[in-house]
């Protein structure tokens, strides 16, 4: 018989990251992102948020995570990829090998990069509980939610959590809608 350990779900919208230059290539030369939510380790949600233009559409209303990162990526829900007529791939943060290519549209101008993919779920464990668990960062796990529309989410990705005790999910809207979760709920992590 295997255990089970309630973990607090967090469900992402979709979003943007941005270099410093595509910030000011979006928004202007020296803007910096106002804040209107610190999300800890330095990051936050941006008051800001801009258009993402594909082939067949255009989403407006994209939320800017802030200040920025090595990177450009727009973390799309499925939905939205068929909306913007785009095939992204489910992905990692950061693993932009596979990405589609997108047009990113600002107040001040527009960049087209290689940058949408679907952020694959994943679970960030604090290190102490992670060994309690015998889990490895990187390593696959099985979380399973309550309630009518019962769902068991395999492959979900062990973040090790070196900074914070906390133990959270993350997942987007869709997966948890089609669950029947919404943030704050506890799911249940199989050890
Ligand atoms: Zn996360």
Redesign the pocket.
Known sequence: MSETRKIRVDLDNHHVHLRQETVYRLFGDGYVLPQKKDLGGGEYVSTQTIAVQGPKGKIEGVRVIGPHRPFDQVELLASDAVKLGVSAPIAESGDLADACELTLVGPAGSATLRCGIIAAR?V?IATKLLEELGLKNAQAVSITSGGPRSVTFHNVIV?ENSDSDLSVI?MDFEEGNAAGVKTGDFLELEY
């Open positions: 994943h960030h973040r993350h």
